[in-house]
């Protein structure tokens, strides 16, 4: 049982900045990843940005140097710092969790997204 709300998104122009938000809520006993995931359309959704407890951070290859995942574990947030945006990052952005509770139970939840636009 995770809520999972996102914030940040909006327009901005190529070469532009956005900060996206999110915060888990609800009864878990762990979560054990969180990460942001993108869709755009008439694409397949893809994995943008991951941290895994323990310190294991991924990115997708078109946003390494870019962009930049930040957990705060103890809050249960997660954000992704967007910098030198292009056209090609528009899309849809989720926010995800993997989390277990007391029983060892997994759920894999998702965010309802934020859309971002980039403009040329």
């Known amino acids: 049982q995770v809520q999972l709300v996102e914030s940040g998104g909006g327009l901005v122009q190529a070469g532009g900045s956005l900060r996206l938000s999110c915060v888990a809520s609800g009864r878990f006993f762990m979560i054990n990843s969180m990460g942001w995931y993108r869709q755009a359309p008439g694409k397949e959704r893809e994995l943008v940005a991951s941290?895994?407890?323990?310190?294991?951070?991924n990115y997708a290859d078109s946003v390494k140097g870019r962009f930049t995942i930040s957990r705060d574990v103890a809050k249960n947030t997660v954000t992704l710092q967007m910098n030198s945006l292009k056209p090609e990052d528009t899309a849809v952005y989720y926010c995800n969790a993997l989390a277990y509770n007391n029983y060892g139970r997994r759920f894999d939840s998702w965010g309802q997204g934020t859309q971002v636009t980039v403009s040329s």
């Open positions: 941290d895994i407890s323990g310190g294991s951070i």
